[in-house]
């Protein structure tokens, strides 16, 4: 009995290609140009690029048009081109698994830039309107993640930081929820000049009735915001951090101005930061059970 055969005893994996190539997906492509499948096997790879490199799954063998998104979907023709009514392979997976990045080349090793795998897996999950977990475990270095549509991120252990002088973690324009494996275990590290989590669009009510902004058990480390709204001057929503710590912001961990909001701060730290928020009469501010500790230079302060 072949590795294969025992990795999927027991299942109902019956009809599974097992082939002397490597299987990986360049070979999946190529095979799909050369009529290797049928509409209904299911095709095992052992990786995206390499054996053992995140990738590795099951793809069922479908007929019908698709667009490959080099993660959970592949094409005959490669990284988007459709299936055109054709063949294609798509990855076994439920919502609830999560969008992995490292399905889309996302090597998690805190020195590769690993934005364009990122940003993949949240475009693919939402083209497919589903709600999106992507749970990635790992240090990862990424420039910035575009947030265009309600997301939901699981994040594992690990540190998100940034590869660019200024630029922000995420670029946000519609509801985001973002939950940490906990905030000792894991950080979002921009830079000096940058900004975690950056409002950047005006949300249309017609499709946000309910704005809101939700992140908790994340360390926020570095750069010169935490969370700044003032690129939606019309932002109205919810902002709500819990279990939460700041550390070494630059500026204001929390940028309360610009907007009128609400903001909610439940159980969360503000360590050696400029300025933990500034309270304008145009927003709201609940803190409760909160931290503000002091640094030898600045005061980490409510203003």
Not at 138 to 161: E, F, Q, W
Request: aromatic fraction near 10%; include cysteine.
């Amino acid at each position: 009995m072949s590795w294969l055969d025992k990795y999927f005893r027991g299942s109902a994996a019956t009809n599974i290609v097992e082939q002397a190539d490597s299987r990986l997906y360049a070979v999946l492509r190529a095979n799909l140009a050369g009529a290797i499948y049928t509409a209904g096997q299911k095709v095992w790879a052992p990786g995206r690029s390499a054996n053992d490199d995140g990738g590795a799954g099951t793809f069922t063998c479908l007929e019908g048009t698709a667009t490959d998104d080099g993660g959970t979907i592949l094409t005959a023709g490669g990284l988007g081109v459709s299936s055109a009514g054709g063949l294609f392979l798509r990855r076994d997976f439920s919502a609830a698994d999560g969008m992995n990045p490292a399905w889309f080349g996302a090597k998690l090793d805190g020195a590769t830039n690993d934005t364009a795998a990122h940003q993949a897996a949240i475009d693919a999950a939402n083209i497919r309107a589903i709600p999106l977990h992507v749970a990635w475990s790992g240090d990862t270095l990424v420039s910035t993640l575009t947030i265009a549509h309600p997301t939901h991120i699981r994040l594992g252990k690990g540190k998100i930081t940034s590869n660019d002088a200024t630029a922000n973690l995420f670029e946000v324009g519609a509801n985001l929820k973002i939950e940490g494996h906990n905030a000792d275990d894991v950080e979002l590290r921009p830079k000096t000049g940058g900004t975690a989590i950056k409002l950047t669009a005006d949300w249309s009510p017609a499709n946000y009735a309910a704005q809101r902004v939700l992140v908790s058990d994340v360390t926020i480390k570095g750069g010169d915001y935490g969370f700044d709204p003032s690129g939606a001057p019309a932002f109205s929503g919810q902002a709500h951090f819990e279990r939460c710590q700041f550390y070494f912001i630059a500026q204001q961990a929390i940028k309360a101005s610009g907007s009128a909001y609400w903001l909610h701060l439940d159980h969360s730290q503000f360590w050696y930061c400029e300025m933990a928020y500034e309270s304008t009469l145009n927003v709201e501010i609940h803190a409760e059970r909160c931290v503000f500790a002091m640094s030898a230079t600045a005061s980490c302060s409510v203003k």
